[in-house]
């Protein structure tokens, strides 16, 4: 079991997700700059008025975005791994936990699921007018590199963070895809419609 800083926060890293964070707190500015000085992961883990989640994230510092004069930080953070918080420790000014890895069990996604949902990240993309790359169709855990693109609910977040069968996992995400792009098509439509007063024309 490994002790490590954490970071509890009102959302969730997925891995490969890369997310800005703003550093004011002196105990979360000395553990950013720890991790920055020994180049050592920390980890974000989801917490509301539940408490602590127990699976969370290993996060790195991808960039140094902005410093201010009073120790303030604008960073940019990437996710890496998934670990299990097994219990909290004490003794330093932020919070630390012993946690054990996670592993995806080896369950890989169907084609057809794949297939469908780079389509719907697609569509997704063309409907918002977004400038998003689309992630490699080959890579490991497809799921976490497409749901980090686009802005889910923490809720929605945490339960593809806490599958272990990526074929689960991205036949879930494919469902929580269609359901967004059948939203943006109807906020479309509505919009549309306002402009016309809810009437639609005929053609002369």
């Known amino acids: 079991m490994d002790e490590i800083g954490l970071f509890p926060l009102g959302l969730v890293l997925l891995p490969t997700e890369q997310v800005p964070l703003h550093i004011f707190e002196p105990r979360y500015r000395e553990l950013i700059g720890e991790s920055l000085e020994h180049g050592s992961p920390f980890g974000i883990v989801y917490a509301d008025d539940d408490g602590l989640r127990q699976i969370g994230t290993l996060a790195t510092v991808a960039e140094v975005v902005e410093r201010f004069d009073d120790g303030r930080l604008n960073i940019l953070v990437e996710g890496g791994s998934r670990f299990r918080l097994l219990e909290l420790t004490e003794g330093r000014a932020f919070a630390t936990g012993r946690v054990e890895p996670v592993e995806d069990q080896h369950d890989p996604a169907e084609p057809a699921d794949v297939e ?20 490699d169709p080959g890579v490991a855990e497809l799921s976490f590199a497409i749901a980090g693109r686009f802005d889910f609910a923490p809720e929605i977040k945490q339960e593809l963070l806490d599958e272990s069968s990526e074929r689960i996992r991205l036949a879930r995400l494919c469902e929580l895809l269609a359901i967004a792009a059948e939203t943006v098509e109807r906020q479309k439509e509505i919009a549309v419609r306002a402009q016309s007063n809810g009437k639609v024309h005929p053609p002369e």
Not at 117 to 134: G, K, M, W
């Open 116 to 135: 469908r949902a780079l389509a719907l990240f697609e569509r997704l993309v063309e409907l918002t007018s977004s400038d998003v790359e689309a992630p």
